[in-house]
């Protein structure tokens, strides 16, 4: 379970990961973690968003 979101794992992934996180609207930062939504959607957003309590 640890590291999931580093090294060559990440090479398979669209973008290698990267991407514009829907919450904080970085651009280019690694967005990879699952945060559920209060309406239970599953959201992929960065780390700095990770646990937030989003209301989209
Ligand atoms: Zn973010």
Do not use: E, W
């Not at 829907?22 to 700095?48: E, F, G, H, S």
């Amino acid at each position: 379970m640890s590291k999931n979101h580093r090294g060559k794992g990440l090479y398979s992934l669209p973008s290698r990961g990267r991407g514009t996180c829907p919450v904080c609207k970085a651009t280019r930062i690694k967005v990879l973690y699952a945060l559920l939504t209060q309406n239970d959607d599953k959201l992929t957003v960065c780390k700095r968003c990770r646990n937030k309590t989003v209301n989209i």
